[in-house]
């Protein structure tokens, strides 16, 4: 049977003198005997374990880990489990490091949009980046529940041209007005407007916001803390209490 030195597992597993030693030292690897000069000598067996570690640790898995592991009688089970959590957390991170790059690609975005760049500039677009996906929510919320109206509206004008019928399209108008008043109500007490100026969040007045004019991302009001009448940007102001 093959017998290994410590410079030889080292060679073969891709790793150091010293972690084979290191090794050693934990007991996680303990050598099978030892030569008339003192030296560590390896088996096959041993050779398959160093092995073992070498890929749990590149995997991450801590040193303690790994010796609780080797230590376990149902060896391959308790590994095929922990290999499967490691796989979800590794998951996880890569999804992590995904926002994070989609964030950096939205601040380099929005800073090119920028005629100047200052700090406050950075902080209402952290500000907006960290509220993203509530204010994308309710924006659905917006868009999926006005469907239904839509194609109510629009079936009742076909109907009123092909039949005649007239009333179906009064009692669309009625309830449209009904749903527009409620569903502006939920959003703007769930919205607010960075000043461009100040830089302050601030909620304008339901009068102000339902009438301003507006895009998509943005809406002239007038800014409770610096009077600053202009286009702000529009962000996530908290769940209405």
Not at 8 to 34: K, W
Not at 63 to 78: A, K, R, Y
Not at 168 to 196: E, M, T
Request: charged share 25%.
């Amino acid at each position: 049977m093959s017998k290994y030195t410590t410079g030889e597992m080292a060679r073969l597993c891709g790793v150091t003198v010293r972690t084979v030693q290191y090794y050693d030292t934990r007991g996680i690897l303990i050598p099978s005997e030892l030569s008339e000069g003192g030296r560590r000598l390896y088996s096959e067996d041993d050779l398959k374990r160093m092995k073992i570690v070498c890929f749990l640790r590149e995997l991450g898995l801590p040193i303690g880990v790994i010796s609780q592991i080797l230590s376990e009688d149902e060896l391959e089970s308790t590994i095929s489990l922990l290999l499967e959590q490691q796989e979800l957390k590794l998951r996880a991170e890569i999804n992590e490091s995904q926002r994070k790059v989609e964030g950096l690609k939205t601040l380099k975005h929005e800073l090119k949009s920028l005629d100047t760049f200052t700090v406050e500039s950075i902080g209402d677009i952290a500000d907006l980046m960290k509220n993203k996906n509530k204010l994308k929510k309710i924006h659905t919320i917006f868009l999926v529940t006005g469907i239904p109206f839509a194609i109510a509206q629009f079936t009742s004008i076909i109907l009123w041209i092909v039949t005649g019928i007239w009333w179906p399209f009064v009692c669309y108008i009625l309830v449209s007005l009904l749903y527009a008043a409620l569903i502006s109500k939920y959003y703007f007490k769930r919205v607010a407007y960075i000043c461009p100026k100040c830089h302050n969040v601030f909620k304008p007045t339901f009068k102000e916001a339902f009438f301003a004019r507006h895009t998509p991302n943005t809406r002239k009001l007038t800014c409770t803390c610096c009077n600053h009448h202009g286009f702000c940007v529009e962000t996530y102001g908290g769940d209405a209490k």
